[in-house]
């Protein structure tokens, strides 16, 4: 029984060990985007399914010893895959569908090792019930979810701070050599064992009929609705925040919490006390989704869903637990429930970003969980089925304003796998047509404005304005061509400073910003200067070009709070160096209502040698304010009475570790 035990432990820690140990190593390829982590979990899914599929045919189909030689040579041919390190060959050039690409990527790196792991818990757990007749094999599966939550507590504070990530992969590879040597040893002893039919089960496990197909799609609703919670979830907390391993793992440790919960015994899932608890939560994340005024309120956004998902999730795992079969068909309930992963991240990677307008998967999951919780207690009394009844038309009413409000003052709204695009048109003053402006938004969170009025459009607006970091750098080279080098296009603001002789040469990840940029807003169009825009991630594409001698290089993909963290590591301002004049000077958005990366920016520039300025714009008639940090080899430049007079102090933090691409730690700079 201990080495039963010990197998499922090592596998399940090293199954979702792997998850944020790659999915980080991939994310600086596609921009940071936080649907990197959705299409890997996808992935994930996926595969575990596969291998849920691959042990329910093994146990059913095949005997012993054939069973048990099959899978010991898959673990060993599963050893070449090591270590699980993303080959350079699969970084992406920028016009390629990311989603195909990066499920490429993971199937070649660790395709068959995850494989293998995401059989081992039913499994192992069919050889236990053929090897312990009488005894429920069900403990395990929670001993599995627990030994997952281990893992995935466990990166953001122990793996993450203090490896760097190819040793991260190295030391899972080695991980994963014990666990072959620990599970082929587990299949040598099972190898013997009767078949489970033939099992000394008792005379009720014997008797259970197969599942019929309501209890099937009943299974694999309950499944794929925690599913979708999961990722839903995962997305509103990612979105405006940080595409980073600790907001990814805190949901899916929940998400695993209420399985160990659920699937320990009969004495945590209390159905009439979590059934109460779902009537309330259900409703306060619906309010809290619908009141704009509460999505920038990070303490409560993070408590109200992290909580709703560990209500959601226990109601959805705890009647699942509640409908579970016997030993007989374990493997088949297994493989439904992983069947029910695999739809819930179809649905949210895949489908809503093609079909929904906006984040709205999550008022939709809410309305659906809602529904299903009153069909389940159509046979209570009515007081309850009319309150299950009541929280169906709330929540279903608070996703038909979320619908309706979408295009409040929207002239245009365009969602792909970089998240969601829009441009709204709003009258700052009634009666008055030169007021009338444009914004573009990504998300909740702000890209750039314009006037619309021939009298102002061509003006300089928010965080790019003449007082700005990013205004007086370019003003200090004016009465000269000069060649300007932008991350982040967003409406294309920069380009109002550019002259006839000037070159403006923008980077965007997003294929969808260049054309809304062109037909939405002037900027770029009435521009004199001559003007470039290069797809991808501009990490990639700065590297791989020849040096383009820029003047300015403003880092701007950082006006959000969400932060593409490759883009401000050591070696990230090395490459950009190799495409600087010796005059030229870096400028770093980094206004942010919850990262303070000054010091990080500061220490990189002590390293590299170059000179340092925090210049904070601020503003008395209610406008944008901006934060920039400049960088340069040439110090006159950043003593320019102007930039001076803006300038403050940072103060240095020498215990902090250096950014590189190979470490970062963003819950250092979070702004307490």
Not at 374 to 394: E, G, K, Q
Not at 495 to 524: C, H
Request: glycine share 6%; hydrophobic share 50%.
């Amino acid at each position: 029984m201990l080495l039963h035990a010990a197998t499922i432990f090592l596998s399940a820690f090293l199954l979702f060990l792997v998850q944020p140990v790659l999915a980080k190593q991939v994310l600086p390829w596609y921009g940071g985007a936080a649907v990197v982590w959705t299409t890997c979990m996808v992935f994930f899914q996926f595969v575990l399914l596969l291998g849920y599929a691959y042990s329910h045919w093994l146990s059913s189909r095949l005997t012993s010893p054939r069973q048990n030689a099959i899978h010991v040579a898959l673990l060993v041919a599963s050893l070449v895959f090591l270590p699980i390190v993303p080959a350079e060959a699969w970084k992406p050039a920028g016009d390629e569908n990311p989603v195909a690409r990066i499920l490429l990527l993971l199937f070649s790196t660790v395709g068959l090792p995850y494989f293998l792991l995401s059989s081992t818990s039913p499994l192992i757990q069919a050889w236990f019930a053929r090897e312990f007749p009488g005894s429920s094999p069900y403990r395990l599966f929670a001993l599995s979810n627990f030994a997952s939550m281990l893992a995935l507590l466990g990166y953001p504070f122990l793996f993450e701070p203090w490896l760097a990530s190819p040793q991260q992969s190295w030391a899972w590879s080695g991980g994963y050599a014990l666990f072959v040597l620990v599970c082929g040893a587990l299949a040598w002893r099972s190898r013997g064992l009767p078949p489970l039919a033939r099992a000394a089960m008792s005379e009720e496990e014997e008797a259970e009929p197969r599942p019929g197909a309501a209890t099937l799609v009943l299974w694999l609703v309950l499944a794929t609705m925690g599913s979708v919670m999961l990722l839903a979830v995962s997305n509103h907390l990612t979105q405006n925040v940080s595409s980073i391993p600790m907001l990814w793992v805190i949901p899916l440790a929940i998400y695993l919490l209420t399985f160990i919960l659920c699937f320990e015994g009969t004495r945590w899932y209390r159905r009439d006390a979590y059934l109460g608890f779902l009537v309330w939560i259900l409703c306060v994340m619906a309010w809290f989704l619908a009141d704009k005024r509460l999505q920038f309120e990070l303490v409560w956004q993070v408590g109200v869903f992290a909580a709703g998902l560990y209500f959601v999730c226990m109601f959805c795992h705890g009647e699942l637990a509640r409908l579970r079969p016997g030993a007989r068909h374990l493997t088949l309930f297994y493989l439904v429930v992983s069947l029910g992963g695999v739809a819930g991240g179809i649905l949210v990677g895949i489908v809503a970003p093609l079909t929904l307008p906006g984040y709205l998967e999550l008022e939709i999951a809410l309305a659906v969980v809602a529904m299903l919780a009153l069909y389940l207690n159509l046979d209570r009394p009515r007081p309850i089925v009319a309150m299950f009844a009541a929280v169906s038309l709330f929540t279903t009413g608070a996703l038909a304003w979320r619908v309706e409000h979408l295009r409040e003052d929207t002239v245009l709204v365009e969602r792909n796998f970089y998240g969601v695009l829009r441009v709204k048109e709003v009258l700052a003053r009634e009666g008055d047509p030169d007021t009338r402006y444009r914004s573009l938004v990504h998300g909740a969170i702000l890209h750039g404005e314009q006037w619309m009025s021939e009298k102002y459009r061509r003006a300089a607006t928010t965080y790019y304005k003449p007082g700005s970091g990013i205004g007086m750098a370019i003003l200090a080279h004016e009465g000269r061509a000069i060649k300007v080098g932008v991350i982040g296009l967003g409406a294309g603001t920069l380009a109002t400073y550019g002259d006839a002789d000037d070159t403006y040469r923008f980077y965007d990840i997003n294929p969808a910003v260049p054309r809304i940029a062109r037909e939405q807003f002037s900027y770029l169009n009435d521009s004199p200067a001559k003007i470039e825009i290069v797809l991808g991630d501009a990490r990639l594409n700065l590297e791989r070009e020849p040096p383009q001698g820029f003047d300015v290089l403003a880092v701007d993909a950082f006006s959000g709070d969400s932060i593409p963290v490759h883009l401000i590591t050591l070696e990230a301002v090395g490459a950009y160096l190799r495409h600087m004049n010796p005059r030229g000077v870096i400028a770093f958005h980094v206004s942010n209502r919850f990262l303070d990366l000054k010091p990080v920016l500061l220490a990189i520039a002590e390293k590299h040698g170059l000179e340092y300025a925090f210049v904070h714009e601020t503003s008395d008639d209610g406008s944008t304010t901006s934060d920039w940090v400049l960088l340069t080899r040439w110090k006159p430049l950043i003593l320019r009475p102007e930039i001076v007079a803006s300038t403050e102090p940072v103060a240095p933090q020498p215990d902090w570790r250096l950014w590189t691409d190979a470490y970062n730690n963003l819950l250092q700079v979070w702004r307490r």
